[in-house]
């Protein structure tokens, strides 16, 4: 946290950190900006790790929130904060937000999205193909990404311009992502609405990069993000 936040120091304890960190927090103030500490994988925290992180939200001054706090994780660390021993963490929560698993309109529009960033400018995968990989991934991004880079696959290899079910069928089949049997693809429903305007950096297709299983070597990512007043928002104070 020193080296994100700058701190060309060594400290040998907490204490000289938090004197440090609280200076730089203090900074921060002095020109109108607020500091952000994002730990993204927050379920991977200990019990000890948050209650360290929430002793930085105690670095105020006068009424001034001068520190505020995101976590980001599944939804195991729901678990977490429910636990006796995150009781204080939780209550200086103000703020939670849960993402739901896609819809199937959105699935669609969410490949629809990730294929026209790639440049292209057909659909490449049918009705039916959209309905399989729904019903597969059950509606969880990290899982359409690497269902659908799997069918593109099958479908370069079988020289086709079209991605069908049964070429998702064959890809699911491969992969280590549905513990369940597959179920069988069902027929989409016409006159089904889309959702519009996903944002760019929401779609990623290259599951090289996103691994459905949790890498128990990953730690935890903390960050501090300065920002103007206007730009931050509490979540934690």
């Given amino acids: ?26 900074q921060a103030y002095d020109v109108e900006k607020k500091v ?23 670095i105020e001054k006068s009424d001034k929130t001068l520190i505020n706090i995101f976590f980001v994780g599944q939804n195991e660390f729901s678990d977490i904060l ?34 026209n960033v790639a440049g ?10 959209i309905t399989a990989i729904q019903d597969y991934s059950k509606g969880f991004p990290r899982a359409i990404n690497i269902i659908c880079d799997n069918a593109l696959m099958i479908g370069f290899g079988s020289e086709s311009k079209t991605v ?3 070429m998702v069928l064959s890809a699911a089949n491969e992969l280590p992502i549905v513990d369940d049997p597959m179920p069988k693809p069902r027929k989409k429903p016409s006159g089904a609405s889309r959702t ?26 903390l960050k501090p993000i300065v920002a103007s007043g206007a730009e931050a928002q509490s979540v934690a104070d």
């Fill in 196 to 221: 519009k305007d996903l944002p760019a950096e929401d779609a990623i297709m290259e599951s090289k990069d996103l691994p459905v299983a949790d890498d128990p070597t990953n730690e935890p990512i």
């Fill in 164 to 166: 069908t079910a049964e």
């Fill in 36 to 58: 952000l500490l994002i730990l993204d994988e927050a379920q991977r925290l200990s019990f000890e790790t948050l209650e360290q992180i929430r002793l930085l939200s105690n």
């Fill in 82 to 115: 429910e636990d006796e021993r995150s009781m204080a963490t939780k209550q200086r929560i103000t703020t939670r937000y849960q993402l739901e698993p896609f819809t199937e309109d959105e699935t669609a529009e969410y490949i629809r999205h990730r294929l």
């Fill in 120 to 129: 292209a400018k057909t659909e490449i995968f049918n009705p039916d193909a």
């Fill in 1 to 26: 946290l020193a080296a994100e936040a700058g701190m060309e120091k060594k400290f040998s304890g907490k204490v000289g950190f938090l004197i440090r960190f609280k200076q730089f927090i203090l």
